[in-house]
């Protein structure tokens, strides 16, 4: 994973509230054995419009995109994630997200950043014109206009985004643990074990 | 004394396997599913890192999402072909992986093949008071028989092949409380829309939701798994249902479940499980059981509900700005103007199936209205697909089979068939379903299609009316 920590650029001010992951990618993008490529499908049925934001001059490639409640929402597919960090975009900020899509962006180096409604108003007008700066060391979003809004984010994830941690290598530390957990298991319920 | 606590927070603490100081906490995952769509990058990452499945007997893999509901086998008994190249990839690369890495494999011919959040309950691989994962957000339907089980991603899934653990974070807790009895005609399915519509598509987000309550404890476990199963489309990480006698009457003698002896064990750490009394929620929404009628969604969320009754809302009439924003685009999308009666809008689909309602009880509350009728004519395609081959037997055994397909239904083989578009069955651009599944996204049922989440017997209410139909007008 590509350890995170300054974005700065243009902020895709997108807005939708309730934007579900068959929007991020639609399920045909899914059949395939690949984590690559999956940016051509991210966004389709917005992206049909000729005028759409994805696409314009000002904002093709921009790293920021700013969403309305829920983001992410619906299916678990990790697909959402490679898919918006194919497009460029390493920061999705919105008031709320589904728990399983900011935990796939985690996962992927992409930094989903909560902010209350009334920042996320002041930043699409913002993202109107001027680019927005992101610092995770610092957990603030700042624009060239003297705004500034704090963020919180719990201090695993953002261990994990500024060090590009591998959690399956942070998880084999903790092996006897698992083996001990695994030996206590068979003797408090050793029903557990699937019978056939 | 401990303190007092919910279902929720006993699975949980009975899964720490390490606490960290971050708040995390390395959680034990009993059983781990699998199917073919968000397993094949997890196999690549194992494979590429040299890893292994550290607990191959607590993992099942079948694959559901691009299998054919049409015939499997020709006349000889050979295996018929995946028109789609990408699917069959998809599905020779699960067949590949399993064996490779040690998993159990139930093959796309064999009689136990079907949907995987049918699968793991009928088969005893599910069970009470476990913590369940698979690459897919309706894992949270196994919250039904009182398993901690949710959705994850495709780096999840690979860390949970490796370690057969994960690093999360606690929820907090929802109770959602359904008093009451409902009226005729209002399925398990009306239940969760009612409840997704009260609490907003994003209202449980950062809870799981515990199902209470005289209405929830009187469902099967048919009904509970299809409350459970959209707890997602509310928005919350996993649904719970505690365990009680009707599940440990639907688990006992199924083939992965605990027997003899051990079932007596499992049974007595089952029933220490449910809430204590004084255990608080962070949230709690409570519902009369007699303000659900049979219902419908109009536009592309599934908090988009209204009873069967009821009229398409104006877009002006939402107080959120940013709701009636949506709203008028999903009516745009949707093809449906404000003041609309429900029971006006015709379909040309059916689609009777998906993790939410492919189960015998569904099947046969389907039957139950179809029964002596016929399709309307302006019903061009209307599909009914058992979640299992189990499923599928029980009901030719029942000759429900031969009810659908008189009455002009299609009779199919298990799958996920057209809930999500990943298959041959599709909803062609423009036209509309009456869909038992759990999503009306946009493009979900394929690009351009409209979706109307209903109940199966609401399902077979439309193919027979050829619109949206209050089914309590067709029952005796």
Redesign the interface.
């Known amino acids: 994973m590509t350890p995170i920590e300054k974005v700065e650029g243009r902020a895709i001010p997108l807005g939708l509230k309730n934007v579900d992951t068959d929007v991020i990618i639609p399920a045909h993008w899914l059949k395939t054995t690949s984590r690559e490529g999956m940016g051509r499908g991210a966004f389709e049925s917005l992206r049909a419009d000729p005028d759409n934001l994805f696409d314009s001059a000002e904002y093709k490639g921009a790293p920021i995109l700013i969403a309305g409640d829920n983001f992410g929402c619906g299916s678990s597919r990790e697909h959402a994630a490679w898919a918006i960090g194919d497009l460029g975009i390493r920061v999705v900020i919105a008031p709320s997200y589904s728990d399983i899509f900011s935990g796939n962006a985690v996962k992927n180096g992409i930094l989903p950043v909560v902010l209350p409604q009334a920042a996320i108003d002041r930043l699409m007008e913002v993202a109107a014109t001027d680019p927005i700066h992101v610092d995770l060391d610092t957990q603030t979003v700042t624009t060239p206009f003297q705004d500034r809004f704090a963020f919180e984010i719990d201090p695993f994830r953002k261990m994990c985004l500024l060090e590009g941690l591998d959690e399956i290598s942070l998880t084999e530390k903790s092996d006897a643990a698992i083996a001990a957990y695994e030996q206590q298991l068979d003797a408090d319920r050793p029903w557990l074990r699937p019978a056939a | 004394m401990t303190r007092p606590r919910t279902l929720y927070e006993k699975i949980w603490d009975a899964h720490v396997?390490?606490q960290?100081p971050?708040?995390?906490a390395?959680i034990?995952i009993?059983r781990h599913l699998v199917h073919e769509?968000?397993s094949?990058?997890a196999f690549?990452g194992l494979r590429a890192?040299g890893?292994t499945v550290?607990?191959p007997?607590?993992t099942l893999a079948v694959a559901d999402h691009?299998v054919q509901t049409t015939a499997r086998l020709d006349a000889a008994g050979n295996r018929l072909p995946i028109a789609?190249p990408?699917?069959a990839?998809?599905l020779a690369?699960l067949e590949k992986n399993a064996p490779e890495f040690g998993i159990r494999y139930i093959d796309a011919v064999a009689p136990e093949q079907g949907i995987v959040h049918v699968v793991g309950p009928e088969?005893?691989?599910s069970?009470p008071g476990?913590t369940i994962v698979c690459?897919?957000?309706h894992?949270a339907c196994h919250g039904g028989i009182g398993a901690l089980a949710?959705?994850?991603?495709?780096?999840?899934v690979?860390?949970v092949l490796?370690?057969?653990?994960l690093?999360l974070?606690p929820?907090k807790t929802m109770e959602v409380r359904v008093e009451g009895d409902v009226g005729p005609g209002v399925s398990a399915k009306d239940i969760i829309l009612h409840i997704t519509g009260v609490i907003g598509?994003?209202g449980g987000?950062?809870h799981v939701i515990e199902y209470t309550g005289s209405a929830i404890r009187a469902l099967s476990i048919e009904g509970r798994l299809t409350v459970s199963n959209m707890a997602?489309e509310g928005?919350a990480?996993a649904g719970l249902i505690a365990p009680d006698e009707t599940t440990f009457e639907y688990l006992k003698g199924r083939?992965?479940?605990?027997?003899d002896a051990?079932?007596d064990?499992?049974i007595a750490?089952w029933k220490s499980l449910a809430t204590d009394p004084g255990a608080t929620y962070d949230k709690v929404v409570v519902i009369d059981a007699a303000d659900i009628a049979p219902s419908v969604t109009w536009g592309t969320?599934p908090?988009d509900v209204v009873p069967i009754t009821g009229v398409v809302p104006d877009p002006a009439s939402f107080a959120d700005p940013?709701?009636q924003?949506?709203a008028a685009k999903s009516l745009a999308y949707m093809g449906l103007e404000p003041g609309t009666r429900m029971q006006d809008v015709p379909v040309e689909n059916i689609f009777i199936g998906s993790c939410t309602n492919s189960r015998i009880e569904d099947l046969r509350a389907a039957a139950a209205v179809i029964k002596g009728r016929h399709k309307a004519d302006n019903v061009r395609w209307a599909i009914v697909v058992p979640g299992s081959g189990l499923v599928k037997a029980q009901a030719e055994a029942e000759g429900l089979d031969r009810i659908f397909t008189e009455a002009g239904l299609e009779w199919r083989e298990p799958g996920c068939s057209a809930c999500?578009?990943?298959n041959p069955d599709k909803v062609p651009a423009g036209e509309r379903c009456a869909s038992t599944s759990n999503?009306n996204?946009?493009?979900?049922q394929g690009?351009g299609s409209r979706t109307h989440l209903v109940s199966p017997a609401m399902a077979a209410a439309a193919a027979v009316t050829g619109k949206l139909t209050d089914v309590r007008e067709l029952m005796a």
């Open positions: 396997v390490e960290r971050d708040g995390t390395l034990f009993d769509v968000t094949p990058q690549a890192s890893r550290r607990r007997d607590l691009n789609d990408e699917s990839a998809q690369a088969q005893g691989f069970l476990t690459g897919d957000s894992t949710f959705g994850i991603g495709t780096s999840e690979e860390h490796a370690t057969q653990t690093l974070q929820s598509a994003a987000t950062g997602i928005g990480r083939p992965y479940a605990p027997k051990d079932w064990a499992a750490w969320s908090e940013s709701k924003t949506a999500l578009a990943m999503r996204f946009v493009g979900r690009p």
